[in-house]
């Protein structure tokens, strides 16, 4: 698995409740260490075990620990990047949703060798949506209801949101688009602003 990807779960421990209770559960889950490196790549079968750890220590189920990282990939200062990838897709949410087949490339771009899943959008109407998502790691899907979740309040949009496993392991994102001027939305400029 990429560093980034357990570089972001340890960002979003470290950054939520603080370093100490993330070496509490990089301990936990038996790393041997507690900062990932983000170009390294590790060994798939760290991230769920992490995964765990951070579960068990903050009592939470796994979809909505996912969710959570998903919500701080979008929203934290320390993810900024992140949130710069995903708002170049669009000018507005439904733009951003059509933008989503190119993620995984767009973000290849920045990092060659990043493996992000397979995302397929499905337009059912004007204002119906479904996302298909495969990948590696179970319950990914999570991570994107809490990303898609922020990035609709983002973009000042309205949205309805229902997560579905479906039998060959795929995952599938309902969306229902309610209003795309139902607030104001977060400034946004594609050209990043130095210090």
């Keep these: 698995m990429h560093g980034m990807i357990n570089r972001a779960i340890q960002g979003f421990v470290t950054d939520t409740y603080g370093p100490e209770r993330w070496a509490r559960m990089a301990c936990a889950a038996g790393l041997g260490f507690t900062d990932f490196e983000a170009m390294l790549v590790y060994d798939v079968a760290l991230t769920p075990r992490i995964l765990n750890a951070v579960c068990g220590d903050l009592e939470k189920p796994g979809d909505e620990v996912l969710e959570d990282i998903g919500t701080y990939l979008v929203s934290h200062p320390n993810a900024e990047a992140v949130r710069r990838l995903l708002r170049f897709g669009g000018v507005d949410f439904v733009e951003f949703l059509h ?10 771009l920045a990092v060659p060798n990043l493996d992000l899943p397979e995302l397929e959008l499905h337009e059912r109407a004007p204002d119906r949506f479904s996302l298909t998502l ?6 990914f899907g999570h991570v994107m209801m809490g990303a898609l979740r922020t990035l609709a309040d983002d973009y000042g949009a309205l949205v309805l949101l229902d997560h579905q496993d479906t039998e060959d392991g795929r995952e599938m994102i ?16 594609l050209g990043a602003r130095a210090g």
């Excluded at 933008?99 to 290849?108: E, G, Q, V």
């Excluded at 309902?174 to 400029?189: M, P």
């Design 174 to 189: 309902d969306i229902t688009l309610i209003e795309t001027g139902f607030a104001e939305g977060r400034d946004f400029d």
């Design 134 to 139: 495969r990948w590696s790691l179970d319950g």
């Design 99 to 108: 933008s989503l087949d190119d993620l995984p490339d767009r973000a290849r």
